[in-house]
């Protein structure tokens, strides 16, 4: 099966940027308002429509462009269109096409921070791209790394960024969580729960009043300090 990524609108376009999974705040909820109460009886009208291929990664938009992975017979890929007309404004390799039982492709959605794309492949890859034209930063095979294995369904928890870190489940035992300095790559910290990946995407939450990352792994949930990866709870 192929993805096509399209675009529609129903009314006034508004620019509010949805940089992640789930958007800004990681909880699927927009700040937009003045949005229409209900679609024109035809429908929203379709602005454009480009074939995507093989994935189930979602879109990420930010500074006018939407980004999101999939893959072709050769490679898994992250390609940026503008979301104004969907244009390819560039397209980048991030690791071998991935195949899987349950459906072949990249799942984890895009990051956006600042000027760079943080994207995780099917089975491991997380790349750091430049926002603008697509170069790689850095590229690490945190689950290769680590002695872990790709999840039953592959590698679906999306990266998300937290100040100076870009954080990701690898689902290896001693590193189930891994976080990543987000300018050069290099760990900061990992944090072992003795669990393998699950397909949720870790989110920072504040609980008992205190800033942590929460994260569902492979058989629990883990609360973990977002400075030092030491384990608060499971």
């Excluded at 910290?189 to 990352?213: C, F, I, N, R």
């Amino acid at each position: 099966a192929g993805l096509a990524i399209s675009a529609a609108c129903g009314g006034q376009a508004l620019a509010i940027d949805w940089p992640q999974f789930l958007g800004p705040a990681r909880n699927g909820i927009s700040s937009e308002t003045g949005l229409i109460d209900q679609w024109p009886e035809a429908g929203p009208r379709e602005v454009w429509r480009v074939p995507g291929g093989i994935g189930m990664s979602a879109v990420s938009v930010a500074s006018g462009l939407a980004i999101t992975t999939a893959q072709d017979a050769d490679s898994q890929f992250v390609v940026a269109l503008d979301a104004k007309t969907g244009a390819s404004m560039w397209r980048t390799e991030i690791a071998p096409s991935y195949r899987n039982q349950m459906g072949n492709g990249p799942r984890a959605t895009p990051a956006i921070s600042g000027s760079a794309v943080f994207a995780f492949s099917g089975d491991g890859v997380l790349a750091s791209l430049e926002l603008k034209n697509g170069n790689s930063r850095w590229s690490r095979n945190l689950v290769k790394e680590y002695g872990g294995k790709p999840a039953d369904y592959g590698m679906a928890g999306s990266p998300i960024v937290w100040n100076d870190l870009v954080i990701v489940h690898t689902g290896a035992a001693r590193a189930t969580v891994v976080a990543c300095d987000a300018k050069s790559g290099e760990t900061r910290w990992t944090s072992g729960t003795g669990d393998s990946a699950g397909y949720s995407s870790p989110t920072v939450l504040k609980v008992s009043g205190q800033e942590q990352l929460v994260a569902f792994t492979g058989s629990s949930v883990a609360g973990i300090d977002l400075k030092s990866g030491t384990k608060l709870w499971q």
